[in-house]
């Protein structure tokens, strides 16, 4: 119980920052709070389950998410669904309230291993997906920039190469956020 909980909040926290449509400071539960809720939540069952269910749809806009986390396998979707709020539907990236860079037509995607390690561990504005998305799915994404929003690479990901680019620690973005 206490595992999907926080699996649920985490998916709910990294939505929201994925989306960035809403402020995680009024979003996210402190740990203390969260810690409390889950005590109370505990006694009534089930039941426990539907406001972090409700906080992750409403994120996720009804998107793949679920108890066991956001599950697409498909490369574009998981682009759509986390990466275009920054870098834009097309790739073309923005300027706005930071500096995101355009994905498309992008020489640094030429090989995976910078796009994996961004993607897995963050680096400075962009977030770490790196506890969110499995080797597979991370797979799928960098093999769906590398041959799409204008980019023609030969796609050289590998389930081998992302587990290599994860930390022995995995960075969890809740702890980041709140550091
Ligand atoms: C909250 C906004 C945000 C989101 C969401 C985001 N990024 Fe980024 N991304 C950035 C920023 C900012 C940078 C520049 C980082 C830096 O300054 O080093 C960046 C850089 C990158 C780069 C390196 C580009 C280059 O040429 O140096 C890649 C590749 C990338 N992002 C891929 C992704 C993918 C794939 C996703 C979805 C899983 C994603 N990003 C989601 C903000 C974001």
């Known amino acids: 119980m206490n595992t999907?909980?926080?699996t649920a909040m985490t998916v709910a926290a990294i939505s929201a920052s994925a989306a960035f449509a809403q402020s995680s400071a009024d979003q996210t539960p402190t740990d203390q709070g969260a810690?409390?809720?889950?005590?109370q939540r505990d006694e009534s069952g089930d039941a426990a389950m539907?406001?972090?269910e409700t906080a992750v749809t409403a994120a996720a806009e009804g998107e793949q998410f679920g108890q066991g986390g956001y599950t697409s396998t498909d490369g574009e979707d998981i682009y759509q669904t986390l990466c275009a709020g920054c870098h834009m539907p097309d790739g073309g990236g923005a300027i706005g309230a930071g500096a995101y860079p355009a994905l498309a037509g992008n020489p640094n995607l030429e090989y995976s291993g910078y796009a994996v390690s961004l993607i897995v561990n963050g680096q400075k504005a962009m977030p770490a997906f790196g506890t969110f998305l499995d080797d597979e799915q991370i797979v799928a994404l960098t093999t769906y920039l590398q041959t799409n929003l204008g980019n023609d690479y030969t796609p050289d990901a590998t389930i081998e190469?992302?587990?290599d680019a994860r930390p022995a620690e995995p960075v969890d973005p809740n702890t980041a956020e709140h550091e």
């Open 35 to 39: 810690g409390s809720e889950t005590l």
């Open 4 to 6: 999907l909980i926080i």
């Open 161 to 163: 190469s992302v587990a």
């Open 50 to 52: 539907q406001p972090e």
